[in-house]
């Protein structure tokens, strides 16, 4: 059992155990066994409509991650032994290549970048890794 405590209905409080309405300022406290979460400035019911919508920001932020053309070709290369030479080799689409030579920066939500991602056999969440952390390379543990 949860409690909800609410402020000009809004809730604002959500705790094991009932707390004071006086003390903390609440208009009333309700019994729950719904899980919440911190939305924000005020709880929200965790259920399939605020997961869709955490899903989406996060897709909205791994978007708007970048790199720069050298950390990308320093991790492409550090990886596997890719070359610029050799991806831009790998480009047919004219306006692909320009846009893939003349950036200065690679933004993950491009899809020319999950599309040569995936001709070089990187799968989405391998790409989403690199422009999370600029290396393809996993940190090891105490040395491992």
């Not at 809730?11 to 719904?34: A, G, H, M, W």
């Not at 939305?39 to 996060?58: F, I, P, R, S, T």
């Not at 080799?89 to 030579?101: K, P, Q, R, W, Y």
Request: one cysteine or more; hydrophobic letters at 30%.
């Amino acid at each position: 059992m949860m409690y909800l405590g609410y402020q000009k209905n809004r809730i604002v409080s959500y705790t094991k155990s009932p707390i004071d309405k006086v003390l903390y300022n609440l208009d009333r406290i309700e019994e729950t066994e719904k899980e919440y979460v911190l939305d924000g400035e005020e709880y929200v019911l965790k259920n399939e409509a605020w997961e869709e919508k955490q899903a989406q920001q996060e897709e909205e932020r791994i978007a708007k991650l970048k790199l720069t053309k050298r950390e990308v070709f320093l991790a492409l290369y550090k990886d596997c032994g890719i070359t610029p030479q050799q991806i831009k080799s790998g480009i047919t689409d004219e306006e692909a290549l320009i846009e893939f030579e003349y950036a200065n920066e690679y933004y993950r939500g491009n899809p020319l970048i999950t599309t040569i991602g995936s001709s070089l056999g990187y799968s989405k969440e391998q790409l989403d890794y690199l422009f999370e952390n600029k290396s393809f390379e996993k940190p090891t543990v105490g040395g491992e």
